[in-house]
């Protein structure tokens, strides 16, 4: 019976047992192979020279490349199993890189062919329109029209969408195609009579827009260009759009029916443009919003650039910043106060969104990217300096520094809503009306390793004899002055859970010192002299 020797591993200081040729050690670590005179030699998984034959001596056999793996097929759970046969082979990573790399060229094709517009540009959901549109982060990434788009992201305004120019697929943002955040309520119908409303008549000015982006398809360069060149400016058509406009928004302040406007609107030569860039504007600053647009058309998806977002909707609604896991967004708020204007905060916090202040809402932060900053922070320990610089890249890779710097606000927000959700595990969310006063320790979350009589440590520990395993250790950290936990505005900080967690209150520990004995341990060292003391 042959015997090879164990392959190598790493010392453990104890000895490995010898391999022995159809022993229980061997089936894992060694394989068979059939040298040139038909007889079946062990080889060891890992050994880089040939085993010999028992026999009489001849050539060496020659295995085959793949039989010498090295140790990840020993952790490899791949197993190829031949039909009619019982013999097993291990797979290493070296295997599975060679197949990626024999497949690079398809490979690239395929990332390549998404770079490009599919032969099929009909929307794939209303299979009617032509599409222009995609979305980065739904799964598939179908092509879809403007209008179906927008239907189907009002349950994720979040996401990152692309628009076809012409050439590529440019960045595009999901207040393009008209999606907005509806704020609901939290107490009574989440949608109200005044936010239907609000969507009802939104909807109506998309429409005009979605029919507007239909009747231009995408032309050729050389095309578009003699297009532009032979249309000119209209100074009386455009006078006579600005007062149609203003005398259709002056009716739905009035408190018309937007249905019956527009169905008188249509009975007239409108043209469909020129307002609808009017309606984006509000109520107010029709001039000034018209200055600050650029001379390419913002509706049609063969627009090379990325339009400039605007303030606030055709209903006034202001555009807010929302920061999210994938980065900020720009996108329009329809909020309604009928229920008062102090409830918007509640509102917020009930759909998932923080705000960084409560007067004016012009930036949120969403429940999300909060919880998000504190997984990253405990288990990468990302600071909140390069978490928000992740956030900006994810925003603008090619600039971030052009990304709005939220920085502080992101420090000030994940504390304060640490602080809250630590009111809600200590039971206050369920104390309506109640003060919120927490006892010191209060709010420290419950842990289990602590040693507790009754629950982890028996009631009769003081008599065990192996006492000495109950006793407490204490280790002593020397950096006491390091600069950067010492505030420079003291002051006007504010502490949130001050003693009412794992440590105690700062003016009860700043009173203890004050009264508290330094006691030092003196050690003799052989030279006589004294070591360094160290608090007990």
């Given at each position: 019976m042959a015997t090879?020797?164990?392959?190598?591993?790493?010392?453990?200081?104890?000895?490995?047992?010898?391999?022995?040729?159809?022993?229980d050690s061997s089936l894992d670590a060694a394989i068979y192979i059939r040298s040139k005179e038909g007889e079946r030699v062990l080889v060891p998984v890992r050994s880089h020279v040939s085993a010999q034959p028992t026999a009489e001596p001849g050539p060496?056999?020659?295995?085959?490349?793949?039989?010498?793996?090295?140790?990840?097929?020993?952790?490899?759970?791949?197993?190829?199993?031949?039909?009619?046969?019982?013999?097993?082979?291990?797979?290493?990573?070296?295997?599975?890189?060679?197949?990626?790399?024999e497949r690079v060229g398809v490979i690239l094709q395929a990332m390549q062919a998404r770079e490009a517009l599919p032969d099929l540009t009909i929307c794939t959901d209303c299979s009617q329109s032509v599409a222009h549109w995609r979305c980065d982060d739904c799964i598939g990434g179908k092509l879809l029209c403007r209008s179906c788009m927008r239907h189907s992201h009002f349950s994720n305004p979040f996401h990152r969408i692309e628009c076809w120019t012409g050439t590529h697929f440019r960045k595009a943002?999901?207040?393009?195609?008209?999606?907005?955040?509806?704020?609901?309520?939290?107490?009574?119908?989440s949608i109200c009579q005044n936010l239907a409303w609000q969507q009802q008549m939104l909807e109506k000015f998309q429409k005009k827009k979605d029919e507007v982006v239909a009747q231009h398809t995408p032309v050729a360069a050389n095309e578009r260009h003699a297009h532009q060149a032979d249309s000119g400016p209209d100074p009386a058509r455009e006078a006579a759009h600005d007062q149609a406009t203003l005398q259709f928004l002056d009716q739905l302040l009035a408190g018309h029916s937007p249905d019956e406007v527009l169905e008188d609107d249509d009975d007239e030569l409108v043209d469909t443009?020129?307002?609808?860039?009017?309606?984006?504007?509000?109520?107010?600053?029709?001039?000034?919003?018209m200055n600050e647009r650029s001379s390419a058309d913002p509706l049609l998806p063969s627009q090379q650039s990325i339009p400039i977002a605007p303030n606030c909707d055709a209903l006034s609604n202001q555009y807010i910043r929302v920061v999210h896991t994938n980065g900020i967004h720009h996108i329009a708020l329809v909020a309604c106060t009928c229920q008062g204007h102090?409830?918007?905060t509640t509102d917020l916090i009930y759909a998932g969104w923080v705000p960084t202040s409560f007067v004016r809402v012009r930036t949120i932060f969403t429940a999300a990217v909060l919880d998000h900053f504190r997984y990253c922070n405990l288990e990468m320990r990302s600071s909140a300096y390069q978490f928000f610089e992740m956030?900006?890249?994810?925003?603008?890779?090619?600039?971030?520094?052009?990304?709005?710097?939220?920085?502080h606000e992101l420090r000030r927000l994940s504390r304060l809503w640490r602080w809250v959700k630590k009111l809600r595990w200590a039971g206050y969310g369920q104390r309506v009306g109640q003060p919120i006063t927490p006892k010191p320790g209060e709010l420290g979350n419950?842990?289990?390793?602590?040693?507790?009589?009754?629950?982890?440590?028996?009631?009769?520990?003081?008599?065990?004899?192996?006492?000495?395993?109950?006793?407490?250790?204490?280790t002593v950290d020397g950096n006491f002055t390091a600069d950067h936990v010492r505030q420079p505005l003291a002051a006007d900080d504010l502490w949130l859970s001050d003693g009412l967690g794992m440590t105690t209150r700062n003016s009860e520990y700043k009173a203890f010192l004050q009264s508290a004995q330094e006691?030092?341990?003196?050690?003799?060292?052989?030279?006589?002299s004294f070591g360094i003391g160290s608090l007990a």
């Open positions: 090879v020797p164990p392959p190598k591993r790493r010392r453990t200081g104890r000895k490995l047992a010898p391999m022995v040729e159809g022993g060496e056999p020659e295995p085959e490349p793949d039989l010498y793996l090295t140790h990840d097929a020993q952790q490899s759970a791949d197993i190829d199993m031949d039909s009619g046969s019982h013999n097993t082979q291990r797979k290493n990573r070296c295997f599975y890189m060679k197949q990626f790399v943002a999901l207040w393009e195609v008209g999606v907005y955040l509806t704020l609901p309520h939290q107490n009574g119908p443009e020129a307002d609808l860039q009017d309606m984006d504007a509000g109520t107010a600053g029709f001039t000034n919003y102090e409830n918007i956030l900006r890249r994810v925003t603008n890779s090619l600039n971030p520094s052009k990304v709005v710097n939220l920085y419950y842990c289990l390793a602590c040693p507790q009589v009754g629950f982890n440590v028996a009631e009769n520990w003081k008599a065990d004899p192996n006492r000495w395993v109950y006793r407490r250790v204490v006691r030092k341990t003196v050690s003799v060292n052989n030279s006589g």
